[in-house]
C-alpha cells in the first residue's frame, strides 16, 4: 500500500508541478492541548489540472526529481474561485 496524504494546493507556479500543505494534528504530551502542524510536498501533476486552493490526494511514487516524490492521485474538492 502506497503513503497517501490529503491536503491544499498552495503553489502551482511551476509546470506539472504542485506544491501540497499536508497539515497534521497531535496532542502535546505535558499541556494536552492539540498542535496543528504542516509540511510542504511536492507533487507531479501531469495534466495540470489543480489550481491554488484545490484540496487533492497525493500518492508516493519512484522519485522524479530531488524533492518530487509524489503524484497526483485524485482531486477530492476544487477550489471555490473560478
Do not use: W
Not at 502506497?2 to 505535558?30: E, L, S, Y
Not at 501531469?46 to 530531488?66: F, M, N, T
Amino acid at each position: 500500500m502506497r503513503q497517501n496524504f490529503i491536503g491544499m494546493v498552495v503553489g502551482n507556479a511551476m509546470q506539472k508541478t504542485i506544491k501540497v500543505k499536508v497539515t497534521t494534528q497531535k496532542i502535546h504530551p505535558i499541556v494536552m492541548k492539540a498542535i496543528k502542524t504542516h509540511k510542504n510536498y511536492l507533487a507531479h501533476d501531469e495534466k495540470e489540472l489543480c489550481k491554488l486552493g484545490d484540496v487533492v490526494r497525493i500518492e508516493a511514487c519512484r522519485p522524479l526529481s530531488k524533492r518530487k516524490h509524489f503524484s497526483v492521485a485524485e482531486v477530492i474538492q476544487a477550489s471555490k474561485s473560478a
